[in-house]
């Protein structure tokens, strides 16, 4: 044995380098090993419970022991393990899965294209934007404006646009033409006395000055998660989607919807782009596409964008991107299942009203001396702790808090995340009243111990 719980957390400590993790803090405390999991719980090798208060990675919506999934993969693997898309060959499932994207696609929608991972995805998106613009005659139009705070993944260019300062220092990222503008998060950056309104006016106004100064016709797409995940669960202040996509709109640049945390229900519509009037030429969907039981991303593309790729290929006689695992059909099976599953169970409006449930639920603690704000749409929240709720400040530095109020949560049985100082709430789409009751406890607890602690 070593001084970890158990040989595995040991062998763990040895072998493995964690995604998102200090790998030298890791040789002291070792890894949490979750063994199993069971509706929106998982189990640790210790035998403990814990309720799944951010869906894994914001992704299981049919919680962690879904039958039909592991049937629709077993059925697969049975049939056709593997097969790829390249040079013309295809398979059911790849297909089916990209009809009912189409079909699902809040806006008309052409053509899909499918890659493993969220990352991945938006890698695509930019190379296929840059491939567009260079086979229409608009080669200088190659530029990308997304947002601080703004996660869209860690591959080079999806890192490019993600505008986290952990995914860039020490990276070498962003690329020269990746720009970002303000996080519209009202409560962090609205001046004194600014309404939402106002302040959607005054982001609205930064976009178009970095359109003019760059010049519009240098910028390609403007990229955005229709509601801010990773970055912290940032609720768009009313009108900021309408103004900002005017401004799209006059010069000429591409809306893409970045759907891989808001698609499929998280925000009480099917897709995030619903909730907040987008009409995107493109957008991205990955993790509740197939509850994360397998890796899979989708890019779905307008007329107007394929129809540029669809030249180009046919001028250079190949489409020279796509990855071995495009379209596998394992995910693409379990994928297409998981829409079944969603669709009908009715889960969109279920996890709607699970949502308010929840909203109301976290509003309670508004007048916590703890809580500085609230926020959230349907099933997905976050609540931001400050130390002064009059100056916002946080204890000693900046993610204190946070860190702190997840590990009691944790202690207590429930895995949430701290972004910062805000926690965030994302459970599966299947979690029952009692089940969200059960995460507001768990949280109510955890915030009266770090009360206690911070004094
Ligand atoms: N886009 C958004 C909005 C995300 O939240 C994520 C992951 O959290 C990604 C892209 C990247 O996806 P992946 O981790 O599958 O590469």
Redesign the pocket.
């Given at each position: 044995m070593n001084k970890y719980n158990s040989a595995l957390a040991g062998k763990d400590v040895q072998y493995q380098l964690h995604p998102y993790t200090d790998a030298i803090l890791h040789q002291e405390v070792g890894p949490l090993i979750i063994e199993r999991g069971e509706g929106v719980y998982v189990f640790d090798d210790q035998g403990k419970r814990y309720i799944e208060a951010m869906s894994g990675?914001?992704s299981v919506a049919l919680g962690f022991s879904n039958q039909r999934l592991i049937e629709a993969a077993e059925r697969q693997l049975r049939t056709l393990p593997f097969y790829h898309l390249f040079s013309h060959k295809s398979h059911s499932s790849s297909i089916e899965l990209s009809e009912k994207l189409i079909e699902l696609a809040p806006v008309p929608m052409s053509k899909v294209f499918l890659t493993n991972?969220?990352?991945?995805?938006?890698d695509t998106v930019v190379k296929l934007i840059w491939y567009r613009n260079n086979a229409i005659g608009k080669p200088e139009k190659k530029k990308f404006i997304s947002r601080r705070n703004a996660?869209?993944?860690?591959?080079v260019a999806?890192a490019s646009l993600t505008g986290l300062p952990p995914n860039q220092r020490g990276f070498d990222v962003p690329l020269p033409g990746f720009y970002h503008v303000s996080c519209p998060h009202h409560y962090r950056y609205a001046q004194d006395g600014e309404t939402e309104e106002q302040f959607a006016d005054r982001l609205a106004d930064e976009l178009e000055s970095v359109i003019l100064s760059e010049g519009p016709e240098t910028i390609a797409a403007f990229y955005g998660?229709p509601l801010m995940?990773?970055g912290g669960v940032i609720v768009p202040p009313r009108t900021y989607w309408e103004k900002v996509q005017a401004v799209c709109r006059k010069y000429d640049i591409l809306i893409v919807a970045?759907?891989?945390?808001?698609g499929f229900g998280r925000t009480g519509n099917m897709f995030g782009c619903e909730t907040f009037g987008i009409t995107p030429d493109v957008m991205?969907v990955?993790?509740q596409l197939s509850s994360s039981y397998q890796?899979i991303?989708a890019v779905l593309v307008n007329d107007t964008v394929f129809e540029g790729i669809a030249d180009q290929s046919h001028a250079f006689g190949t489409l020279g991107h796509g990855f071995t695992g495009t379209g596998h059909p394992v995910a693409s099976a379990v994928a297409l299942e998981n829409l079944k599953i969603i669709e009908e169970e009715r889960l969109v409006e279920y996890a709607a009203e699970m949502g308010d449930l929840m909203q109301a639920g976290l509003a309670r603690f508004k007048s916590h001396p703890l809580v500085g704000e609230v926020r959230g749409h349907g099933l997905i929240a976050a609540v931001e702790l400050v130390a002064n709720r009059s100056t916002k400040a946080p204890l000693d530095v900046a993610g204190k808090l946070g860190k702190f109020l997840a590990g009691r949560a944790q202690e207590h049985g429930m895995i949430t995340r701290a972004m910062g100082d805000s926690i965030a709430f994302c459970p599966p789409l299947i979690s029952t009243q009692e089940e969200i009751q059960l995460v507001l406890d768990t949280f109510g607890r955890a915030l009266d111990d770090t009360a206690r602690w911070s004094g």
């Open positions: 990675l914001w991972s969220g990352s991945e995805a938006n996660y869209h993944g860690i591959t999806s998660e995940g990773a970045d759907e891989v945390i808001c991205v990955s993790k890796p991303a």
